[in-house]
């Protein structure tokens, strides 16, 4: 008796770890997410690239060897939007420009869906940032999610509130 | 030798002439406001509803152009700092127009889908009595993004700045 409920309890145990596993990875491991930080870094050059991720209280953007930090406590507003970007890149758009027969502009229909994340804050001297970021779509809401659950303050509702209320 | 006296009262002359030039050009230069230090007030844009990246974009802008123009002292809205600096010059901005425009639109027409938009600046001193206002409009009607036209407002914005107040770099 005790060997075959000690035979079925291990599955069991086993099986609810993985699931409690599971659950809880996505909140131990922070999501990082690749943008474009247009402006409004301190220390950080214009249309740097990088890897964003919201890690123990702080927005984190690393951009090769430069790191910058914002407490998400200090941050006063976040805001998403989208917008859209050339298929090609810059260079591939503005040599097709040259392009006969109006192919430049043909390739400039094609564009893609970003998002913008838009990041207000005042640092330690009380003085106002504001901070600019494309990002793949869908994945600037889940930062802004991540950065109100860990103390950012906002005045606009993200895209699941607007659903409790519709 | 012979030649001597002629060069030398050539040479006499046109110095005279450069130095009378350049005393007429600085005659026709305005005065210049002293400026210990420049704050950039938070964008305003009460009345127009403008996004929050272009309100940011229009922000940062203009403090990154001041400085590159020469404003050793750019203070942010808010900041502590400025609060014992002398001769403190604020620029408080008012959007009072704009218009979204489209990249797409300009780049498969190049003549629709200009963005553009028109802030009212007005330069005060600490005790807010106004020193210079203008209204700056900031236009991208080619090439960029729609954020270029923030670009576009704080370059003329700051050449205002620049024209209007000399910083004295004193804290």
């Known amino acids: ?166 | 030798m012979k030649h001597l006296p002629k060069v030398g009262a050539l040479l006499c002359m046109s110095v005279v002439f450069s130095s009378g030039l350049a005393l007429c050009g600085g005659k026709n230069q305005p005065t210049k406001i002293k400026a210990g230090a420049i704050q950039v007030a938070m964008i305003q844009s009460d009345e127009t509803p403008v996004p929050a990246e272009f309100r940011v974009a229009l922000y940062e802008n203009l403090i990154r152009q001041l400085e590159k123009r020469g404003f050793q002292q750019v203070y942010r809205d808010g900041d502590r700092n400025a609060a014992n600096v002398a001769d403190l010059v604020v620029l408080h901005s008012t959007v009072q127009s704009f218009k979204p425009g489209s990249e797409k639109a300009r780049r498969v027409t190049t003549v629709a889908g200009a963005t553009s938009i028109s802030v009212h600046c007005q330069f005060t001193n600490v005790e807010g009595q106004p020193l210079i206002e203008r209204d700056v409009t900031g236009e991208v009607r080619f090439f960029g993004g729609n954020l270029r036209a923030t670009y576009d407002f704080a370059k003329k914005a700051s050449g205002i700045a620049y024209e209007n107040f000399s910083p004295t770099h004193s804290k």
């Open chain 1, 1 to 166: 008796m005790t060997f075959r409920s000690t035979k079925t309890f291990v599955p069991v145990a086993l099986l609810a770890a993985a699931i409690v596993t599971t659950a809880a990875s996505p909140q131990q491991i922070p999501r990082a997410v690749k943008v474009v930080q247009l402006t409004g870094l301190p220390g950080m050059k214009e249309n740097a690239k990088g890897i964003l991720s919201v890690e123990n209280g702080d927005l984190h953007f690393v951009h090769g060897k430069a790191i910058s930090d914002v407490s998400a406590s200090l941050i006063q507003d976040v805001v998403t939007g989208s917008d859209s970007q050339e298929a090609v890149g810059k260079t591939v758009g503005i040599i097709s420009m040259a392009a006969p027969y109006g192919g430049g502009r043909f390739l400039s229909l094609f564009r893609n869906k970003i998002d913008t994340l838009t990041v207000e804050y005042r640092d330690a001297d009380g003085a106002f940032h504001g901070a600019i970021f494309t990002m793949p779509v869908g994945t600037a809401e889940e930062i802004k999610k991540e950065l109100i659950a860990q103390g950012a303050h906002t005045f606009s509702s993200t895209s699941a509130d607007k659903e409790q209320k519709q």
